[in-house]
């Protein structure tokens, strides 16, 4: 799949198949594990973190367990799985931080509110805090709650990723129309093209974070 070379930002899998098999999550990720959960704004954090936000049933913990290799995270096909914070330790030097996802209507407007505290407090507060990846299901139009989160973090000058999910199932133009509007809406902006189901696009995930931790320039291809 390919989606335009003019889209000079993307790290979609519409690459070589040399480029396919150099799985860098396998050479990257050596280690990793559970750390903790919270059910509330958690402390500062003192290592470097990567944060997986989004909507309900996006895919963020399939992401993270394809990145991983391995089934770290749960998984649902019904949304509102992950309802705390949960942080996972990678190569015993930074940590992905799993979000519960938002715009889940069926949740009281109580735990909605609760939720959307700690998670915005985590965001503001986190000082190390490298990069929020915003997943967005690449079957559909960002959605009313997408748009606010990504205002919300230009707002309050938090470095995001655009992570296009679950590309496997959606069309080459659909992606490619969600693209063109959000850049008419936000401007240019860094963005991914994944399917954990495939295992694609991971790798250049993994290329990004690398390269993140190293405080090396990123270049988009
Ligand atoms: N086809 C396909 N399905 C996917 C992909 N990623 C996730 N899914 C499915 O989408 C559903 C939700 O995945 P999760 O990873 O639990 O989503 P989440 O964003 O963590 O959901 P919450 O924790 O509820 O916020 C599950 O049924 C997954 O199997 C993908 O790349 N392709
Ligand atoms: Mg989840």
Not at 39 to 47: G, I, V, Y
Not at 93 to 108: C, E, H, Q, T
Not at 143 to 172: G, H, P, R, V, Y
């Amino acid at each position: 799949m390919r989606i335009s070379d003019k889209n000079k930002n993307s790290y979609s899998y519409g690459y070589t198949k040399k480029q396919h098999n150099q799985d860098n999550c396998l050479n990257f990720i050596k280690k990793s594990s559970f750390v903790t959960s919270y059910d509330r704004t958690p402390e500062d954090l003192s290592l470097a973190q990567f944060a997986f936000c989004g909507r309900s049933n996006v895919g963020k913990s399939s992401l993270i367990n394809a990145i991983l290799n391995r089934k770290l995270a749960f998984t649902s096909k019904s949304p509102g799985k992950t309802i705390l914070i949960n942080v996972f330790l990678i190569n015993e030097n930074f940590y992905i931080v799993d979000l519960p996802g938002y715009g889940y209507a069926k949740r009281s407007k109580e735990l909605r509110n609760k939720w959307k505290n700690s998670i915005e407090g985590y965001l503001l507060k986190s000082t190390l805090l490298l990069c929020v990846f915003v997943l967005i299901d690449s079957r559909h139009p960002a959605q009313d709650s997408d748009l606010m989160f990504i205002e919300w973090l230009k707002a309050n000058n938090k470095e995001f990723s655009i992570i296009f999910t679950k590309a496997d199932k959606s069309k080459q133009k659909d992606i490619s129309d969600n693209i063109k509007y959000l850049k008419s809406r936000f401007g240019e902006f860094n963005f991914f093209i994944t399917s954990s189901k495939k295992k694609k696009g991971t790798d250049k995930l993994c290329g990004f974070i690398e390269k993140r931790l190293n405080n090396m320039p990123y270049q988009n291809l």
